[in-house]
């Protein structure tokens, strides 16, 4: 117990309603009208709001929020009868790649507590890994189910973009913003996309396409399949122990008859600045609603209007929520949008070009989740830069819009890392079908870091 709570992996957990979930699933599956994942326990990002439920989405300025409704994605998962552990700790707003941005304090990795789970879903993938709960969801603007499932040894999938609802999602990056899963596998990341995969019509970015049953083609064949390795994920910003771990990985699926192509990405080295301009200018926008005003925390003492308004985000907001809000109110601002916001506009067609290109060539694009394994606590607080580094391998797939997936590829001494799948619009069952071939022929994704067997 004491080793669980060290993790720091939920802000809040709710006894009576998990039991009250946990009744009402007994009485479905006793009486008929039970579903495939009734009854099964599963831990929720705090970025979806869960009505009654403080959904804090690590922040201070939300830390007395108790929403009034629940996200699509919650209502789905109720109504499926799975049963709510609780609200999982997670960068503040989600911004961040080690979960040390968060108002409640970092979460620990399982494999090594001085080390970080990944952000921004860090408490997520450290209940999952830890074997807290069989599923957690998540959300990647820019690789946060990925990365953190990469760093602790766990399946992430970050479906396309529209294919899962945001409506009471916390929104960070609205564009870049998609709601997904961490598993312990790719045959139970397919199971839980069946259950918040869909069109939602209070969602005005959610896709009219129909839901395919991600379980069916899980033993499809890969015999023939095209992998392409982008040179740029290869390249010396890749630790020589990752690398190492993914050629292995690509060996296996090379074994059951996949075919390895090299390709190009050559707009990859712009991905990092791209991003750093759009999500936070988009987060500038979307942040602007914390007034103290309309809900959540409120400064107590101030001298009028504009004063209250002030010290409650000054109060309210950390450090790197200040940051992007500074960097993308400055972006957006008349006199430099042109150069700033709308330049990355057009970078952003152009990385999204390379992919169309890419596809061209290969069924699918795979390499690393990240460039290293987990890193200690501390050890990238003080350096923006080299922290927004972490994300070179997943932010493209975002400022694209397609969908991707993370699977453990083996371990770096004790700490695991990730293989990424990156696919066409809508290829999430294909994607899973390779990850669970994969873990068919692999033991990693069965590891459990010692103490939490
Ligand atoms: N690490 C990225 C950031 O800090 C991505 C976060 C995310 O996907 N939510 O913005």
């Known amino acids: 117990m004491e080793r669980h709570r060290a993790l720091n992996a939920f802000i809040t957990v709710d006894p009576e309603l998990s039991l009250n979930q946990a009744r009402a699933a007994d009485r479905m599956l006793k009486n008929g009208g039970s579903r495939p994942l009734t009854g099964i326990p599963i831990a929720h990002k705090d970025i979806f709001c869960t009505k009654g439920v403080l959904t804090t989405c690590g922040s201070k300025i939300l830390s007395n929020f108790v929403p009034p409704y629940d996200a699509t994605l ?27 941005t968060s108002y409640f304090g970092p979460v620990r990795n399982p494999w090594d507590q001085f080390r970080v789970p990944g952000g921004s879903s860090g408490g997520s993938a450290a209940s999952v890994t830890a074997r807290l709960c069989a599923a957690a969801t998540g959300t990647d603007t820019g690789g946060s189910i990925r990365q953190p499932a990469a760093l602790c040894g766990i399946t992430g999938l970050k479906p396309t973009y529209g294919r899962v609802s945001r409506y009471g999602m916390v929104a960070f990056a609205s564009s870049l913003d998609q709601g997904g899963v961490l598993t312990q596998s790719a045959e139970d990341a397919a199971l839980l996309l069946n259950v918040i995969a869909g069109f939602d ?37 890749l630790s020589p122990e990752v690398e190492v771990l993914i050629r292995d990985a690509l060996r296996v699926l090379e074994d059951h008859g996949a075919v390895l192509i090299d390709i190009d990405l050559p707009n990859s080295e712009l991905c990092v600045p791209c991003y750093y301009v759009i999500a936070p200018s988009e987060a500038s926008s979307n942040l602007s609603r914390f007034d103290g005003v309309r809900y959540g925390y409120r400064s107590e003492d101030y001298e009028d209007l504009v004063d209250m308004y002030m010290r409650t985000r000054a109060e309210g907001f950390g450090d790197e929520v200040k940051r992007r809000i500074m960097i993308g109110t400055y972006a957006l601002s008349a006199g430099y949008y042109d150069a700033y916001y709308l ?46 580094l972490n994300d070179i391998y997943t932010i493209s797939v975002n400022l694209s819009g397609l969908p991707a997936l993370s699977v453990p590829a083996g371990f770096a001494g004790d700490l695991p890392a990730g293989l990424q799948l990156i696919g066409p619009y809508f290829s999430e069952s294909r994607l899973l079908n390779i990850g669970h071939r994969f873990q068919m022929d692999t033991e990693w994704h069965r590891r459990i870091p010692g103490g939490f067997e």
């Open 74 to 100: 919650i209502k789905r998962c109720y109504e499926e009868g799975m049963v709510t552990l609780g609200k999982t700790n997670m960068d503040e707003f989600a911004m961040g790649s080690s979960n040390e």
């Open 201 to 237: 019509p209070l969602d005005s970015t959610s896709v009219e396409e129909p839901v395919p049953d991600y379980g069916s083609k899980l033993k499809d064949d890969i015999d023939g399949l095209k992998i392409g390795l982008p040179k740029q994920y290869f390249d010396e910003g």
């Open 343 to 388: 330049k990355a506009q057009k970078l952003r067609r152009l990385i999204t070009h390379d992919f169309e290109r890419a596809f061209e060539l290969c069924d699918v694009i795979a390499g690393p989740t990240t460039p290293t394994a987990a890193f200690e606590i501390g050890a990238k607080t003080s350096d923006p830069i080299s922290m927004y």
